[in-house]
């Protein structure tokens, strides 16, 4: 079984100064780790590969993954003025793991900053593979050539379906509880070797971004002023106003 | 003339709300482009759902897709492929929703084409319409512009507003079959998991905990929050939901309750698309976060910056002070 997880460094903090793996990325990765380790208890072989597309420095998101298990680590190096849309995310991915063979690929379901969960799905028809995108759970019998995934709907309703492999899965957050990076694997880590590769041609995007803009308000946004105990009382009136307190 | 396509939402209640916010972008557009709409239903063939769009005035196909039983992407996209190539459409409409995030983003690279995902406004520009999705948690709004044909505009539910339905000559209605025949995506059916508890639903004041509670032990703080209003509940943002700190039936947002309380306190809630999606009902809304820039805020009758702990401190003191 050898899996494909797409990971991604965003900024945590507005300035910049704190980077971190997607939060979304974080259970993609531990639902192809317990794959991994449920094949190896049937004494099937697994390996997880991961992938990030960033710009340099952006491989440290590629050393938690070994700290947290990853056997395998790709850097795609980007310009850092770079701004494709997740069209250009997903080919550039796809081009890089062109030939490479995996039974699964399995990104998260959004970027915490692009927020278009869209590279997943672009990605799978890129490679011709079925696709199933938001999966809040995975079963498959090792060896099988067969997922069974449920996909989160609205309403609490789940869309249960089986692909042949091999396919891509989008995972929805709170699929399982991901690992912190042990010890062990951060010390081994720091020996592993990340295969870094260049980006050459960027494919053309579809759609370019125009500017950023300042969201729509949709209520007056009264902003309290003075100290926190000001802001306090302040709330206290409206609340003994309109009857609440 | 190239049409705007509305792809209708469906399941086996039938027409789905959301299309009618589908409907509504699309009369935007069509305006903006001189376009004529045209809505697609893809399924089983439902000539009493196609009829109900095209009574509202709307050209309508009803587009049976034989072999497919129940939603399959793979069915999907070959379909509408298949349609849209003869059709084609200089936009599709399709909802920002579990299942256009599922298909439309393959389909538009099948058409040769692109997806723009989670729009919630369109602007009109000299150069044509330029199409607003949030991005960095909410805090902006990127405006982009197409750059292959077709589009696929997927909208955010709950951004563009119904109007009320003025009286329309009914339109055409086009039967369709289209043979699907892929192999590789298996339907297993539909499962209900969990039922929305009534908790949220009958709470007069809703306290919403987010991640800026920062530990699970801090809970504890807004329970006692909550508890200083009366018919009060302590909801919560989608994370704290998947990391169980809370049920999910707790859950705020578009995976999980849709609330109208008198009033909503979201207290460490950055305001993400999905939560905002299940708190506009609410009669009034004050937020506290320590970030001035929070996209909540924009959603808000009254903005607290302020770190919530402090705030809910001060909060108990005065309210020692006026029993
Ligand atoms: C398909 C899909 C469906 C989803 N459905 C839902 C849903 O139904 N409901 C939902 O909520 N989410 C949903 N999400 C997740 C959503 O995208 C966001 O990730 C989530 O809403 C963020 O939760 P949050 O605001 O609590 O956390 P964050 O975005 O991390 O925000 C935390 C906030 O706390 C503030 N803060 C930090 N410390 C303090 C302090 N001491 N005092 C005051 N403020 C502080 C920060 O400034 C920040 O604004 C969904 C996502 C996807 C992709
Ligand atoms: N730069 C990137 N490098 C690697 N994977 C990415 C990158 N951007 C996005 N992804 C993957 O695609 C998913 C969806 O991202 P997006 O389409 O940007 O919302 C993420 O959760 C990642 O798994």
């Known amino acids: 079984m050898k899996i494909l997880v797409c990971i991604k460094q965003v900024n ?61 680590g790709c850097h795609l190096v980007s310009d850092p003025k770079q ?13 890089a793991v062109k030939g490479c063979a995996y039974d699964l690929v399995v990104t998260g379901i959004m970027s915490q900053d692009r927020m278009e969960g869209q590279t997943g799905p672009i990605l799978a028809e890129l490679m011709g593979l079925a696709c199933a995108t938001g999966v809040v759970a995975t079963s498959l019998v ?9 996909r989160e709907m609205e309403k609490g309703e789940r869309d249960c379906l089986a692909m042949t492999l091999p396919a891509l899965i989008t995972v929805q957050a709170g699929i399982n509880s991901p690992r912190y990076p042990s010890l062990s694997k951060v010390l081994k880590a720091a020996k592993k070797t990340i295969k870094t590769l260049a980006v050459e041609a960027v494919p053309a995007d579809t759609q370019t971004l125009v500017r950023l803009e300042a969201p729509l308000k949709s209520r007056s946004g009264r902003v309290l002023g003075g100290t926190v105990d000001d802001k306090a009382v302040a709330l206290f009136d409206l609340l003994r106003e309109r009857g609440i307190l | 003339m190239r049409p705007i396509a509305v792809v209708v939402e469906h399941d086996a209640g039938g027409i789905i709300p959301v299309t009618h916010e589908l409907l509504a972008c699309a009369r935007i557009l069509a305006d903006q482009t001189q376009s004529s709409i045209v809505a697609v239903i893809p399924g089983k063939g439902d000539p009493a759902m196609a009829k109900q769009i095209a009574d509202l005035g709307i050209e309508t196909v009803d587009l049976a897709i034989i072999g497919m039983d129940g939603y399959n992407s793979e069915a999907y996209k070959g379909a509408l492929f298949q349609l849209f190539t003869t059709l084609a459409p200089l936009y599709i409409i399709v909802g920002h929703t579990a299942t256009g995030r599922d298909f439309a983003p393959g389909l538009g690279v099948r058409l040769g084409g692109g997806s723009i995902a989670g729009v919630n406004h369109i602007v009109s520009d000299q150069t044509g319409p330029l199409f607003s999705r949030p991005v960095l948690n909410g805090v902006k709004n990127a405006l982009v512009r197409p750059d292959a044909s077709p589009c696929i505009i997927m909208v955010q539910p709950g951004a563009f507003r119904v109007q009320g339905t003025s009286f329309a000559c009914p339109a055409r209605v086009t039967a369709m079959d289209i043979r699907f025949t892929g192999g590789t995506i298996q339907p297993l059916g539909i499962k209900t998991v969990t039922t929305q508890g009534e908790d949220l639903d009958q709470a007069a004041v809703i306290v919403a905990a987010g991640r800026g509670l920062g530990e699970r032990e801090n809970l504890d703080i807004l329970e006692r929050f909550a508890a200083l209003f009366p018919n009060s509940v302590v909801g919560a943002s989608r994370p704290l939901v998947d990391d169980g700190w809370i049920e999910y039936r707790f859950q705020v947002g578009i995976t999980g309750a849709r609330v109208s309380p008198k009033l909503y306190i979201a207290c460490g809630i950055s305001g993400s698309s999905q939560h905002l999606a299940g708190i506009l009902g609410s009669e009034l809304i004050v937020s506290v976060n320590s970030d001035p820039n929070a996209a909540i805020f924009n959603h808000s009758d009254l903005c607290i910056v302020a770190d919530l702990f402090e705030f809910i401190s001060a909060f108990e003191r005065i ?5």
């Open chain 1, 12 to 72: 945590e903090t507005p300035d910049g100064h704190t980077q971190a793996m997607n939060r979304f990325d974080e259970y993609a990765l531990e639902e192809a780790l317990c794959i991994k380790e449920r094949f190896k208890e049937a004494g099937l072989d697994g390996g997880v590969d991961v992938i990030t597309l960033g710009p340099e420095g952006a491989e440290t998101v590629v050393k938690r993954a070994f700290g947290m298990g990853a056997d395998n």
């Open chain 1, 83 to 95: 701004n494709g849309s997740s069209a250009v995310t997903a080919g550039l991915i796809a081009g």
């Open chain 1, 142 to 150: 090792p060896g099988a050539a067969v997922i069974e995934v449920e």
């Open chain 2, 319 to 323: 309210l020692q002070r006026h029993p």
